[in-house]
């Protein structure tokens, strides 16, 4: 492995870790203090499999296997629709596994399609019979029912419970930021969804010692920014944990669509929604405040793979049209 | 606390692992479609399929009496057996088949409480994708219990001015006509709204978070203390298609003890789709 010249025997090797980080980039038009407070969006669609969760997907299967759960032929089995999925497909392809992805009826055509791209096993179940409460048992427990009822054939990583998630960013993620900002770091902007990332940065800060304010943003209540989970969807998982978040942010979801174009246009960062939403989050703690210091994004995945999410939100992207959409400007200042 | 009115309806998922083998226990799975009792299902346990096997699927009826009395001869039930039914979405399409086994006269039939939900998150219980080997039987009906199931002739009554509680227990959304179904949903209908005079009490409000059923108290609550049901007075329950009202009706009439309780399994399905019937919004 040669990361001076970046040429490798394998693409497991890219994966991200402190000697191979995660690009950080400095934010210029849309940095709203760029003086006083540095804001870096750091950018987990470079790693290998185009997203943030690589680093669960390497760490879950890493747990499975050194505990003996995923012998060789044993399969893989997860609820998931999107990125996870993607990573975890990828991830047990090379080391020999089949990977069977759950995932409810209602995911876009293009996620299946990639799932099916990474080499998973696709098994699509009913997951809103009705509307909440008293949803249908879902993808989680179809999974489960694989693991627990077929032991011999499927392993559960389960990125909603397992440690091995929250671990990941620990000894990943956490070093390359504090590596990369010179331990300057002074706030920390993410989104939750299992919330291993922001469970295991903010344990691996406050572990070091470091003063890092920890801002969690999320889509008011009824979006559709994939990968999220708003205050009211965090139970389940069980990997939240409240007293480690300083604060958490409820946007509206809509600009999530809009920020993630600007970021394109202004900044060159092919951001998705999540990451354009964790932007806006950071955008208005820095109005607020005015802090001094420094600031990380973390910005789980690209737009690629959102452009019919983006057409529906910004319609005239469809049509070749500029979107109208207030707050969009082509030289946003 | 009181009591449920019929509390040996209701079996929890430690008395069944208990009774697994015990003979003439027998375990069905009743799902919306049995594809999560093909990955791992109670062991023993036998799996219907609501939209195939519990109901007539050329004319829209439920199960006529030879076909009931085939499919429990095919699942190696007999009369005399204890049948323990459970599955998912919080047991709908159990408390569906119920109803059904109880509309044909069979003397025990239970729930479990919490569904096949509960017993795959405990790790105690265990799960199997092995087939269940069955013995079949030469199930014979020997009463039907007709007055456990309303007809939209009973409902026409009703508007007429029969005196009757009328429960509907879909989301307040479809109540309110704001949608006529959930979304993606096959079965549906031409209008939205509820039948005239009906009481929206969601189906959910009868249980807890882990879709067990609340306690008899705060059911008493629910349901007859903050007036939605008159319990001196007959009850029909609906829905959309009949699952979820059988849930309610199961709560009403066995763990309330109300005399007089009928599924209307037409539903809004039928009901929603005739002309010239009144519609409230």
Known sequence: MDHDRRVYD???????????????VRLGRMSPSPEAFPLFAKLEWMNPFGSVKDRAAFALLKDLENSGRLPPGRAVVEPTSGNTGISLAAVSGLGGHAMRAVVPNKIPNEKKILLKIAGAELEVVSDELCPSPGMGDGSINLAKTYAKAQPERYAMPNQYENDA?????METTGPEIWRQTEGRLTHLFLSLGTCGTATGLARFFREKGANVTVVAVQPSAGHDVPGLRNIAQLDVTKLFDPDLIDEILEIDYELAYVR????????GLFAGPSSGLIYEGARRVIERDQPTGLGVMIFPDNVFKYTSS???????????LEPTAAGVAANNS | MSEYAQPGVLVSTDWVKENLTRPGVKIVEVDVDTHAYGAGHIPGAVGFNWQSQLQDTVRRDILSRPQFEELLSKAGISPQDTVVLYGDNNNWFAAYGFWLFKLYGHEDVRLMNGGRVKWLNEDDKPLTAEPTEISPTEYSVSSEH????????????????DNENLVDVRSPDEFTGKIIAPAGMTETAQRAGHIPGATNVPWSTAVDADGTFKSA??????YLEEGAVEPDQPTVAYCRIGERSSHTWFVLKYLLGLENVRNYDGSWTEYGNLIGMPIER
Do not use: F, T, W, Y
């Open chain 1, 260 to 267: 993630a174009l600007e970021l394109s246009r202004n900044e």
């Open chain 1, 10 to 24: 394998s693409i497991m090797e890219l994966l991200p870790n402190e000697a191979n980080p995660s690009p950080m």
């Open chain 2, 146 to 161: 007709l007055e456990l199931r309303a007809r939209l002739e009973d409902i026409k009554a009703i508007l007429e001015g």
């Open chain 2, 217 to 222: 108290d705060e059911l008493r609550r629910i």
């Open chain 1, 165 to 169: 998630n929250v671990r990941a960013h």
């Open chain 1, 310 to 320: 983006m057409a529906r939100h910004l319609p005239e992207l469809a049509e070749g």
